[in-house]
């Protein structure tokens, strides 16, 4: 059996962040054969700038490059700040516009913040400039996160967890079709 591995990436510097707590939800409820990878390198990425984008990449970003390709999907969990992108990730993003890697790769979008619709829609923005293959189905807004874990950073929201479960699924579903 092939093993499908997802790469997570969390807009949240914080340490415990609820992103955090969303993507070890789904980790830990990731079917036999999916294996999902956090990445842990946003807070080591330089500010894009095209003038370093034209040679030999630095480290932290063709680390991040290889990371997303050799990724059979991408999840993104983040939360939204001043209505919008939070900032190492756009950057994240940033660093993979001229090189590619996002193009046709499945993709989910989760966004769990106080409101989190502007952010929300500003990501499917740049998912859909990097072409990044992001079926409706593995689209999920969670306002209000804060009340939907509990102090041990566990997402407890019965709802939540049944919508995080719908996500993951449309997902490998999409793997599994490309």
Same mark, same amino acid.
């Given at each position: 059996?092939?093993?499908?591995?997802?790469?997570?990436?969390? =807009? +949240?510097?914080?340490?415990?962040?609820?992103?955090?707590?969303? /993507?070890?939800?789904l980790a830990a409820m990731a079917p036999e054969g999916v294996t999902v990878t956090v990445y842990e390198g946003l807070a080591n990425l330089p500010h894009f700038d095209p003038g370093l984008d034209t040679g030999e990449p630095l480290a932290a970003v063709a680390d991040l490059r290889k990371? &997303?390709?050799?990724?059979?999907?991408?999840? /993104?969990? @983040?939360?939204?700040?001043?209505? =919008?992108?939070?900032? !190492?990730?756009?950057?994240a993003l940033e660093w993979t516009v001229s090189s590619g890697e996002f193009v046709d790769k499945p993709t989910a979008l &989760? @966004?769990? +913040?106080?409101? =989190?619709?502007?952010?929300?829609?500003?990501?499917?923005? #740049?998912?859909?400039a990097i072409s990044a293959k992001l079926p409706e189905e593995a689209k999920l807004l969670i306002p209000f996160i804060r @009340?939907?874990?509990?102090?041990?950073?566990? #997402? @407890?929201?019965?709802?939540?967890?049944?919508? %995080?479960? +719908? #996500?993951?699924? !449309? %997902? /490998? =579903?999409? &793997?599994?079709?490309?």
């Open positions: 059996m092939k093993i499908s591995v997802i790469l997570a990436i969390s =807009g +949240s510097l914080r340490k415990n962040s609820s992103n955090g707590a969303i /993507i070890n939800a990371q &997303i390709s050799e990724a059979d999907g991408v999840l /993104i969990c @983040t939360p939204e700040y001043a209505f =919008g992108i939070p900032a !190492a990730l756009k950057n &989760i @966004t769990a +913040s106080s409101q =989190g619709q502007h952010g929300h829609a500003a990501l499917q923005l #740049v998912l859909g @009340t939907r874990i509990n102090a041990e950073g566990k #997402v @407890t929201d019965a709802e939540v967890l049944a919508s %995080l479960q +719908s #996500v993951l699924q !449309a %997902l /490998i =579903g999409t &793997i599994n079709q490309s």
